[in-house]
């Protein structure tokens, strides 16, 4: 398991651009794919998108091209860079880690306890 810590929420009006992060610590060297996902009240939780360790990148449909998942050097934090959010973008946001047991088999490594994101007038 590792500790994931979220940052980056808020409040933003439709069309404007939110960056949010996420700082892994704990057991790092056995973090493979990390990715963002999505809950919001009354809807089917989603992920967001997902990036693994090699870089390969996978994106919901309702944020391709607004969306940008990316690691740092050292592939302890993973960014998600939103741009031209919408209302429907209005959920909490979680950072998650996945260990790779097998090539293509993946197990939780840990969860972020969230952040607020809010697009509204």
């Known amino acids: 398991q590792v500790q994931l810590v979220e940052s980056g929420g808020g409040l933003v009006q439709p069309g404007g651009s939110l960056r949010l992060s996420c700082a892994a610590s704990?057991?790092?060297?056995?973090?493979?794919?990390m990715g963002w996902y999505r809950q919001a009240p009354g809807k089917q939780g989603e992920a967001v998108a997902t990036?693994?360790?090699?870089?390969?990148?996978k994106y919901a449909d309702s944020v391709k091209g607004r969306f940008t998942i990316s690691r740092d050097n050292g592939k302890n934090s993973v960014y998600l860079q939103m741009n031209s959010l919408k209302p429907e973008d209005t959920a909490v946001y979680y950072c998650?880690?996945?260990?790779?047991?097998?090539?293509?088999?993946?197990?939780?490594?840990?969860w972020g306890q969230g952040t607020q994101v809010t697009v509204s007038s």
């Open positions: 990036i693994a360790s090699g870089g390969s990148t």
């Open positions: 704990g057991t790092i060297s056995s973090i493979d794919a």
């Open positions: 998650k880690a996945d260990h790779m047991v097998v090539p293509g088999v993946y197990e939780i490594a840990g």
